[in-house]
């Protein structure tokens, strides 16, 4: 069960513009802040993040915090990167900063719960999430609920993780990770019509994964559809020949 569990929490790359303070990448006096210099700077570095030039984002990312020491948007995207370069001590001192600096952040306050979840901090890293969703104006609120239900879960509070999961889908109906692990709660909470019922909606809305179609072939198969099992069994030998999952059926662990 473990391995169905292993979720990536989502990471927003949102660039917002934040309130004045003091503080900055490195100690920095004395500099005439360049706002619209800096602001271009940070959406050079989101780029190269995104693409996966590291080092040029990672350069324009600290151009731009020196160039303004006080952009919650340059805090909050170089705290991600120094997270992707597994820099954990920078990546939480810029995540600080930039809430700091803009206490309704919210994408910050997502992106640092999400942090905290992945270094096992789960009940800090709620508090993060429902924070982000306090901000009515914020446009992630299905996401930050969803990541919120995401890291619960691992401590394990199936509970609320199953509340989060449905306040998610409230708000969007097609968020596949929120409809699987609501399939994988109704299977531990051997609620098997239930658990089909959000594996067909999943169908509807993602394409499958070696997890997805294991939790699958659990649902059929304590319902008894053996047709189904041995469909969906093809289905994860004939896509997913090497995974865990697929030895996992090959050998009737399931």
């Known amino acids: 069960m473990n391995r ?31 706002s619209k210099a800096a602001e271009l700077n940070m959406r050079l570095g989101l780029n190269y993040l995104q ?23 340059a805090h909050n995207t170089i705290a991600i990167l120094y997270q992707r370069l597994e820099e954990m001590d920078k990546a939480e ?22 942090f905290l979840c992945q270094q096992g901090r789960y009940s800090e890293a709620e ?20 990541n919120a239900g995401l890291c619960v879960n691992r401590i394990p509070d199936q509970t609320l993780a199953e509340r989060y999961f449905r306040k998610a889908l409230q708000l969007n109906p097609n968020l596949a990770k929120s409809l699987l692990q609501m399939a994988e709660l109704k299977l531990l909470n051997i609620d098997y019509e239930e658990a089909q019922s959000y594996i067909e909606r999943y169908k509807k809305v993602a394409q499958w994964t070696p997890q997805a179609l294991l939790i699958a072939i659990k649902v059929e198969n304590n319902l008894g559809d053996q047709d189904a099992v041995a469909s969906y069994s093809l289905l994860l030998r004939a896509r997913f020949p090497d995974s865990d999952e697929a030895q996992d059926v090959k050998n009737g662990r399931y």
Not at 4 to 13: C, S
Not at 97 to 111: C, G, L, T, V
Not at 130 to 138: D, G, M, Q, S, T
């Open 127 to 146: 508090q993060y999430f429902l924070e982000a969703i306090k901000n009515p104006l914020y446009e992630n609120h299905a996401q930050a609920y969803e």
């Open 93 to 114: 001192y810029h995540f600080k900063q930039a809430i700091e600096r803009q206490p309704d952040y919210s994408s910050a306050h997502n992106n640092y719960g999400a």
């Open 4 to 34: 169905l569990k292993k979720w990536m929490i989502f990471v927003a790359f949102s660039a917002l513009i934040g309130c004045n303070s003091t503080g900055g990448t490195r100690p920095v006096q004395h500099v005439a802040l360049d």
């Open 51 to 73: 693409r996966g030039d590291y080092a040029i984002a990672l350069e324009k990312l600290e151009k731009a915090l020196t160039q303004d020491p006080n952009l919650p948007s």
